[in-house]
């Protein structure tokens, strides 16, 4: 079973909407961190928001929040105002157990083209 | 901010020669390195977890012999992909977790492209 499903392979969004990013992620530990990136074509990983599992509040960084709930184990991303420089691949990714010593399970990821 | 570099960004060689990769944190320590492998419009793949001093541990599936991994210093990592074949041509990005900060911090850096022809 796939750890971290990503059902949107791309989305075409107008510029200035709103966008929401789908992860949904399979897990039994109880400590785990949850991850966005966006990967423009040049290939760089940029890190975008974290989400701990006992973070009670939503994380928010600028114009990016994660929307996270735990019971259905989703935690979607939230871009409001989207921008052109938005357009990238957007990869949910998580880490489990305590201590950062592990690497991270990536998503299929999500191609996001913004529209002027 | 933590800066993680890679060296080279592309490389092409010819199949059954060795390719190194290395990986750098400039202004941090980083007391783990991970390296993941990204084939053409498909997600990262972890590939292996780097301590320094002691040996990487491999992910399933992956060639420890194939992937030799060595973070001699807390500052660099290297990934020597050996008699690479046209199925090693993929884009090999390492990340580095800072000895000091949060422990969901870690760096990517920007990635190496290899082509093995």
Redesign the interface.
């Known amino acids: 079973a796939q750890k971290i499903t990503q059902t949107q392979p791309g989305m075409f969004v107008q510029e200035k909407e709103a966008v929401t990013l789908d992860c949904t992620y399979d897990t039994s530990d109880q400590s785990y961190g949850l991850f966005w990136y966006k990967q423009p074509s040049s290939g760089e990983m940029i890190f975008l928001i974290y989400q701990g599992s006992y973070d009670e509040q939503n994380a928010t960084e600028g114009r990016y929040s994660l929307n996270f709930q735990k019971a259905r184990k989703s935690a979607n991303l939230v871009i409001s105002a989207s921008q052109l420089g938005d357009s990238a691949m957007y990869f949910c990714a998580m880490r489990e157990g305590v201590g950062g010593a592990d690497g991270l399970t990536f998503g299929k990821g999500t191609h996001l083209i913004i529209q002027p | 901010g933590a800066v993680v570099s890679q060296h080279p960004s592309w490389v092409i060689c010819k199949s059954g020669t060795s390719v190194k990769i290395e990986c750098r944190s400039l202004d941090f320590q980083a007391t783990?390195m991970?390296w993941?492998r990204?084939f053409p419009k498909?997600?990262?793949?972890?590939m292996a977890?780097s301590n320094e001093g002691s040996k990487a541990t491999y992910?399933q599936g992956v060639e420890k012999d194939k992937f030799l991994i060595n973070h001699a210093s807390l500052t660099l990592s290297t990934l020597t992909v050996t008699s690479a074949h046209p199925e090693d041509s993929s884009?090999y990005?390492c990340?580095a977790?800072p000895l000091r900060g949060a422990?969901?911090?870690?760096?990517?850096g920007?990635?190496t492209?290899l082509t093995v022809t």
């Open positions: 783990t991970f993941y990204q498909q997600s990262l793949m972890l977890t992910e884009f990005i990340s977790r422990s969901y911090e870690q760096y990517f920007p990635g492209r």
